[in-house]
């Protein structure tokens, strides 16, 4: 594309912008090189959160307010280019949510998809669609559009989980919509396991018809992702960019987990380091296993397991592992690809 370049103004343009913006007008030729840029542009920021500094601050919240009366008891992480407006990237929600012993967060359903990986604690659960998960560490659990959910913690420890959603997205479209359930807690219809072991096993229910647009399956439990890469590991097929990468997905149309969020595990071996990569899905990772540091943007972070660390659209990243590292990552990839706008790239050597 030839470089945009805005044409000059001069009296008689400006007397003419001024009549027609009180109709509500505005001249294309004068912004156009602002909304029609040659490559992404975006005020999303590069940023590592250290897991053991926000940690505390979760847990002080859980002296302030309850899980109830907050409805879900979250810190936001906001992008530190994107103040204000509850956004980790231009097109995604995060937040640490906190659910303390003996505690429940009420059930409601809401038009945006949601996420949620857990850092720390053992056996809380979440209720969707009347099937209760118990959740656990590395374990990626999906709400999926308008599903009831309602979470709660019988166990002793507090349980921490990283959420994402695509909250901006839906405002973008506004399409917007959320509801209470009439109690705090929906009945439990199906027995836990059900969709893990209806969906999860390679195969379907002979009739089965997708319902709804994110898969059936509510968790995807970490010893069965982290098996599967120890398995896969022994191959040593590596990619330059990626080590070894894997996505999440539906097992009934092989597209990923969730309609609107891409999310991912990938394990770089003891002393790996990845060649140079951009595309165009900002991109959230949750470091597992292991330490290193990636560079973004020309900036280095380094960091360690339950770090939460964000790339924007199309800068450079390089990770490199100094111990074997397993990480997860989410992104808007899967929309982007739907709506043609998706785009990556390799540095070439
Ligand atoms: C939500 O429903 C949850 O269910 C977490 O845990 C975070 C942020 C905004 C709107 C709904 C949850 C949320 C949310």
Redesign the pocket.
């Known amino acids: 594309m030839r470089s945009p370049k805005k044409p000059s103004s001069n009296p008689e343009r400006d007397a003419f912008y001024a009549k027609i913006d009180g109709d509500h007008m505005m001249p294309l030729w004068a912004v156009m090189s602002d909304i029609i840029t040659p490559e992404p542009k975006s005020a999303c920021l590069p940023y590592l959160w250290q897991y053991g500094k926000v940690r505390d601050f979760l847990l002080e919240s859980g002296g302030l307010i309850t899980a109830k009366e907050a409805e879900?008891r979250?810190l936001i992480l906001e992008n530190p280019g994107l103040r204000g407006m509850s956004k980790i990237t231009t097109s995604l929600?995060a937040?640490l949510?906190l659910v303390l012993p003996g505690e429940a967060?009420p059930a409601?359903r809401?038009s945006?998809s949601?996420l949620r990986f857990v850092l720390e604690g053992a056996n809380a659960h979440t209720t969707v669609d009347g099937e209760k998960t118990l959740m656990n560490i590395g374990d990626f659990v999906i709400?999926p559009p308008m599903a009831w959910?309602d979470?709660g913690n019988q166990s002793d420890e507090p349980m921490v989980w990283l959420?994402g959603?695509d909250?901006p997205m839906a405002l973008f479209f506004d399409a917007s919509f959320a509801e209470p359930f009439k109690a705090d807690e929906q009945p439990v219809t199906r027995e836990t396991g059900d969709s893990l072991a209806r969906y999860g096993a390679n195969m379907l229910p002979v009739d089965f018809e997708m319902q709804r647009l994110a898969s059936p399956i509510f968790n995807y439990p970490y010893e069965r992702t982290r098996e599967t890469l120890r398995k896969m590991q022994a191959q040593e097929e590596w990619d330059p960019c990626h080590g070894l990468k894997l996505r999440y997905i539906n097992p009934a149309d092989g597209g990923f987990a969730m309609p609107t969020i891409a999310s991912f595990m990938q394990l770089l071996p003891k002393a790996f380091k990845t060649a140079p990569y951009r595309s165009t899905d900002a991109t959230i990772y949750v470091v597992v296993e292991g330490t290193g540091w990636s560079v973004i943007d020309g900036q280095t972070f380094d960091w360690r397991p339950k770090d939460i660390f964000v790339a924007p659209s199309w800068k450079w990243i390089v990770h490199e592992a100094m111990e074997e590292a397993v990480i997860f990552s989410f992104s808007d990839r899967v929309a982007q690809q739907k709506l043609g706008f998706w785009r990556e790239d390799r540095q070439k050597s």
């Open positions: 879900r979250v929600y937040g949510q967060a409601h809401h945006q949601a709400t959910h979470h959420d959603l909250i």
